[in-house]
């Protein structure tokens, strides 16, 4: 060899080893980079979910001393966190500052207000409302609010507080005979109020009066009527009325009678409840954030919950469950638009609640002893406590009281339910809705949906690729297994949309062709298969060799037709003319239009390609010495096929059938667009379901950024996450243990 040729092989072999070390650095670096932003990714999700299991905690951050008299009626605090005020039982008003802004200091006295007349009786208001009822001796009733002015002067923002007489500065008339007010409620709506007292003389009294707008005016023009409370107990230790109306509790002792004042020309004593926990006596009872639950506090630091549930064709009130505290409760505080509560104990132990949760999120013990009233801000993130003349101030976090462990995993009983259930209804138009974020349901919809969509795409893409890689001839191969793959360029939009706008209706409209087809398709291509082998010779030297597949396009034609047309003849005869009602009535099987089937035919169509292409190349890349030698031993097709070839691509074959899955738990539009996107556990065919994936690309954009619900739909991209992750981990385990099981063959 030349010297020059010499120097040429030595320079190609230079280029080929920077060459070989670009590549290999590169697919280094790229790997690598991949497993970073996997990282990344995990990292992230962890770092947004986190805050939501963080729990509650109180930190103290200034007290004061605010010399008082009398009882205090209510304790509250504005909504800006800036001012504290106290209502007393004698009607007294002091408003003061529970932030310092430079000029004022907290615990500083801001402004003072009083309540004029006799009193002897105090109405203080729900949770979430403002307004407070002052009972008179004569009988009479005065209803007033805290009001906060804020205006700009000198471009500084000042917040004058001041009381407004909501209903008039004139008291109004409960009792017609003029009675004092011993014990009394007072509850209001829009154009309605409802006052329910108990007088000297043990008469139960209920006033309401309905506004009405004036046309010319525009200012509410009120009427008052008055009505008889019957049956009213001797002794009336506490009275309670919901927002809407409709109910009125009385409690006296351990009792609590329930009547219904919705029908206010028939007012009728409902139920008597023993409401006590076992071997206790009651102590304080409230009604939850939007009045559908009743806690109930006793001395030996239990708080149950009680509501509504449908029985027997009736609703009756049940105690769900229980709430333990670390001493004898004094008194409850419902948070103002959350189904969370305070309890403070006799010994000064403040214990933070959630009923959703059911979980005691907090307990802590403030020196000074008994507590003689607590509140908590409208934002949930300052509470006020007062001991005697003592004011303390705390800074709350607990901005995820509703996600717990219970309320993401298990069966909750949900105010309203008949029985506890996983739901998930993360919104609603009331601002006393009971968020439902149970992630069951999302995660069976998932698998419900993957596994539909596997029965569907599994047995076809696997066979399809088998036959094509060992029996299809290569002429009509270069163009099927194209044709095949170039079905996962469909944008998955397309596929939802037919799915859900037009399979979905042919499904519905002719049901027993749709389920007749799918049970004759398989049976007409094995008798078909089954005739072709039974042909003389000479009737099968005309197809060539591979080609048989294009004998099944008619045959596939003519059961579809088949299957269609005697649809209606089924209905007709078995189904009284509708499939559908006699699915709904006479077996007791919902049916939905977009439903299960529709969403694993759409979804198979999608995952198919992917199983396809991956199962043929590796039934195809099986070396040909191996089944060359195992027909040159005598083995027939069939038995190459299933101890040669099938075993050596089984590697290859189970991870066509993981990534197929794993494409079909990470789908989105298809499953949002064909299954009705309803959130319900059911594993009929014929009834819908919502995804995880489906779930985030709905919500998401609408949740408020930092909210329990939108980390909540970070937690479920989570558990996505996750899922994908232990699927091809597990994918990836066996398939090397086929691989080394197989290879030696």
Do not use: C
């Not at 770092?47 to 209510?74: H, Q, R």
């Not at 801000?377 to 509703?402: A, C, I, M, W, Y």
């Not at 094995?526 to 197809?543: F, H, K, Q, S």
Request: hydrophobic share 45%; no cysteine; proline share 5%.
């Amino acid at each position: 060899m030349s010297s020059e040729s010499l120097n040429l092989v030595m320079a190609g072999s230079r280029k080929r080893r920077i060459k070989d070390k670009l590549a290999k650095y590169g697919v280094t670096t790229g790997g690598a980079l991949v497993l970073v932003a996997l990282l990344l990714i995990f990292f992230y999700l962890l770092y947004v979910v986190k805050p939501i299991f963080n729990g509650a905690s109180m930190e103290s951050t200034a007290s004061f001393t605010l010399p008082i008299k009398g009882k205090t009626a209510w304790l509250g605090v504005e909504e800006q966190n800036e001012i504290g005020y106290r209502f007393s039982d004698q009607g007294k008003v002091k408003f003061f500052a529970v932030q310092p802004d430079g000029k004022i200091k907290t615990g500083q006295v801001i402004g003072e207000a009083q309540v004029n007349g006799e009193i002897t009786a105090v109405a203080p208001p729900a949770p979430g409302q403002k307004l407070i009822a002052y009972g008179f001796a004569n009988g009479k009733a005065q209803v007033v609010q805290p009001y906060f002015k804020i205006s700009y002067p000198n471009d500084v923002r000042v917040i004058e507080p001041s009381l407004q007489y909501p209903f008039g500065e004139t008291p109004v008339v409960i009792d017609p005979q003029g009675k004092a007010l011993t014990r009394m409620v007072f509850e209001a709506t829009k154009d309605k109020m409802a006052t329910a007292a108990v007088t000297e003389d043990g008469r139960g009294v209920l006033m309401v009066m309905s506004g009405e707008e004036n046309f010319l005016s525009g200012e509410i023009e009120w009427s008052s009527q008055t009505y008889t409370i019957p049956s009213l107990p001797r002794h009336v230790d506490q009275m309670l009325l919901t927002p809407n109306l409709r109910l009125l509790f009385v409690r006296e002792g351990n009792r609590l009678s329930v009547y219904d004042i919705h029908n206010l020309s028939d007012i009728s004593l409902r139920n008597v409840m023993e409401i006590n926990a076992p071997n206790a006596s009651v102590t304080q009872v409230a009604l939850l954030s939007g009045a559908s639950s009743l806690l109930v506090g006793n001395d030996n630091g239990v708080i149950s919950q009680w509501f509504e549930v449908a029985k027997d064709g009736k609703r009756q009130f049940t105690q769900i469950r229980d709430f333990k505290g670390d001493a004898p409760v004094a008194l409850l505080t419902p948070e103002h638009f959350r189904k969370g509560f305070i309890s403070a104990g006799s010994d000064g132990t403040i214990n933070f609640f959630h009923a959703t949760g059911e979980a005691k999120l907090l307990g802590e013990k403030i020196d000074g002893g008994n507590l003689a009233a607590v509140a908590i801000s409208p934002r949930h993130n300052l509470l006020l406590t007062q001991q005697g003349d003592d004011f303390k101030v705390f800074d709350v976090e607990n901005d995820h009281p509703e996600v717990t462990w219970s309320a993401l995993w298990q069966q909750v009983w949900y105010e309203g339910y008949p029985e506890p259930q996983y739901v998930w209804q993360s919104t609603s138009a009331s601002n006393d809705f009971e968020a439902k974020l149970s992630l069951v349901p999302l995660v069976f919809g998932t698998l419900k949906a993957s596994f539909y969509a596997m029965v569907f795409a599994v047995p076809l893409g696997v066979a399809g690729a088998i036959y094509t890689a060992y029996f299809m001839s290569a002429g009509l191969r270069k163009y099927v297994k194209p044709t095949v793959e170039i079905m996962a360029a469909l944008p998955t939009v397309i596929l939802g949309f037919l799915a859900g706008l037009w399979l979905a209706p042919i499904i519905e409209g002719a049901l027993p062709g749709v389920i007749l087809l799918l049970i004759l398709l398989p049976m007409g291509m094995l008798l078909t298969a089954l005739v072709w082998n039974y042909l003389p010779e000479r009737g099968r030297t005309w197809l060539p060799e591979g080609w048989h597949a294009i004998l099944l396009i008619p045959v596939l034609l003519l059961i579809g037709w088949g299957a269609f047309a005697l649809s209606p003849l089924i209905e007709n005869a078995f189904m009284h003319g509708d499939s559908r009602i006699w699915l709904t009535h006479e077996m007791g099987i919902k049916f939905d239009q977009r439903n299960s089937l529709v969403v694993g035919i759409a979804m198979g169509f999608a995952v198919i390609p992917t199983i396809f292409s991956i199962a043929e190349d590796a039934v195809f890349s099986v070396p040909k010495h191996l089944t060359q030698g195992s027909l040159a031993l005598g083995a027939t097709p069939w038995q190459t096929l299933s101890r040669v070839v099938i075993l050596t691509a089984s590697p290859g074959i189970f991870s066509a059938v993981m990534m197929g899955l794993g494409r079909a738990v990470g789908e989105t539009m298809i499953v949002l667009m064909a299954t009705g996107n309803t959130p319900i556990m059911d594993f009929s065919m014929f009834q819908g379901l919502r995804t995880l994936a489906a779930n985030i690309a709905v919500e998401m954009p609408e949740s408020e950024v930092g909210s329990s619900h939108y980390r909540v739909l970070f937690l479920a991209a989570f558990v996505l996450f996750v899922f994908t992750f232990l699927f091809n981990t597990l994918a990836e385990f066996v398939r090397q243990r086929l691989r080394e099981k197989y290879s030696s063959l």
